[in-house]
Structures are given as structure tokens and as C-alpha cells.
T-cell receptor, first 113, second 111 residues
Framework: DTAVSQTPKYLVTQMGNDKSIKCEQN?????MYWYKQDSKKFLKIMFS???????INETVPNRFSPKSPDKAHLNLHINSLELGDSAVYFC????????????FGSGTQLSVL | GDSVTQMEGPVTLSEEAFLTINCTYT??????LFWYVQYPGEGLQLLLK?????DKGSNKGFEATYRKETTSFHLEKGSVQVSDSAVYFC??????????FGIGTKLQVIP
């Protein structure tokens, strides 16, 4: 069983479209994250949720809206996609206590044409 | 705020060569330090970690020592293999749920 799974793995779409990426973890963790990795491999946190509550919201355009229906799921919806949104998006989870490791999904490669 | 600085790479080594990837950090308090590895087409996975000064993390022949006096956590391996080719990320966790990553260093090992 995959611990952190995200779908789809690849997403190709046109500018202006709205798309969603789904993430699920079966580790029983309290905390989930979305990270964005650009073409140079730089990894930046976007959001963090703990038990369905938003904890971290970095400087991200409000076209990006995370939703956590329960603590095992954290979805990312993106409105009005732009060329600059092309990147690999990683979901991750952690047990929720301090200074611990993250468990990552395999990523969703988003290409905006 | 917290930050992690690591060499940009790419680093190209011959098989069985010695590897060092430098990592330094700035943080308030006493962060935990990590090295993550990303193989092509995959997500990051934890390679090793250290939670306090002078701790040594080790895994799969890789080692890194938490040096508070030099604020460093350099990754080393005595003899690299082709299968070690990947991108390596240094990271710190300085507070509740906030992990900061370095830019990643691509390692290519040639036979």
C-alpha cells in the first residue's frame, strides 16, 4: 500500500482552466502539506493542515485553494491556471509533532500550455 | 527566518569516489536536521537525520554530523555507486510543522 498517494501523476492543461490534485495518506498522520518544486528542483512549502485546520499558508496566489475533508485527505484546487504554475506538486504528511520527518507522495507534474 | 544553503551542483563522480555535499543552515533555537533523497520521477524520501548537536545520522553508507559551532550538516559517503545518482536535499525543522529545504544538489555517478 502506498503511504501517501496523489493523483493524477501527470496533468496537462490549457491556460485559464481550473484543475484539482488529490492527496490521501494512510499513515494515520495528523499533518499534511503541499509543496511546489520548480524546474530547478527548488522545493517550497505552500500549505500545511493539521487535523483539517489550516496551519501554514505561505505567499501563494489565492487561485490556489487547499481543501481537507478529513485528516487523511488534502486536495489542491487551482483556478485560472497560468504558465508559471507549471511545476511538480508534492503532497506530504507527518505525524504532527515537532521536528519530525515528512513522508512524500510521488508528485504531480503539472504542465500549463 | 530559517534557511538552508547547499552547493548547487551538479556533482559528477566516478563510481567508488568519495562524496561530500556541503550544507549550512541558519535557524533560531535548536532545529532538527535532515537529508532527503529524490530519485528520478519519485518523491523525496528521508535518508538520515540528526536531532541535536554532535549527533551523527547514518543510512545506506551515507553519514552527516550535526555541527552546531559551524552550523553545518555535510553529507558524506566513502564510496558512491551508480545507484546513488539522485538529487539530495538538506533540510531543517525549526518549529512546529515547518520544514525548510535547501535547493537540492544533483549527484551523477558514472561507471
Amino acid at each position: 500500500d502506498t503511504a501517501v498517494s496523489q493523483t493524477p501523476k501527470y496533468l496537462v492543461t490549457q491556460m485559464g482552466n481550473d484543475k484539482s490534485i488529490k492527496c490521501e495518506q494512510n499513515l494515520g498522520h495528523d499533518t499534511m502539506y503541499w509543496y511546489k518544486q520548480d524546474s530547478k528542483k527548488f522545493l517550497k512549502i505552500m500549505f500545511s493542515y493539521n487535523n483539517k485546520e489550516l496551519i501554514i499558508n505561505e505567499t501563494v496566489p489565492n487561485r490556489f485553494s487547499p481543501k481537507s475533508p478529513d485528516k487523511a485527505h488534502l486536495n489542491l484546487h487551482i483556478n485560472s491556471l497560468e504558465l508559471g504554475d507549471s511545476a511538480v506538486y508534492f503532497c506530504a504528511s507527518s505525524p504532527g509533532t515537532e521536528n519530525e520527518k515528512l513522508f512524500f507522495g510521488s508528485g504531480t507534474q503539472l504542465s500549463v500550455l | 527566518g530559517d534557511s538552508v544553503t547547499q552547493m548547487e551542483g551538479p556533482v559528477t563522480l566516478s563510481e567508488e569516489a568519495f562524496l561530500t555535499i556541503n550544507c549550512t543552515y541558519t535557524a533560531t533555537g535548536y532545529p532538527s536536521l535532515f537529508w532527503y533523497v529524490q530519485y528520478p520521477g519519485e518523491g523525496l524520501q528521508l535518508l538520515l537525520k540528526a536531532t541535536k548537536a554532535d549527533d551523527k545520522g547514518s543510512n545506506k553508507g551515507f553519514e552527516a554530523t550535526y555541527r552546531k559551532e559551524t552550523t553545518s550538516f555535510h553529507l558524506e559517503k566513502g564510496s558512491v555507486q551508480v545507484s546513488d545518482s539522485a538529487v539530495y536535499f538538506c533540510a531543517l525543522s525549526g518549529g512546529y510543522q515547518k520544514v525548510t529545504f535547501g535547493i537540492g544538489t544533483k549527484l551523477q555517478v558514472i561507471p
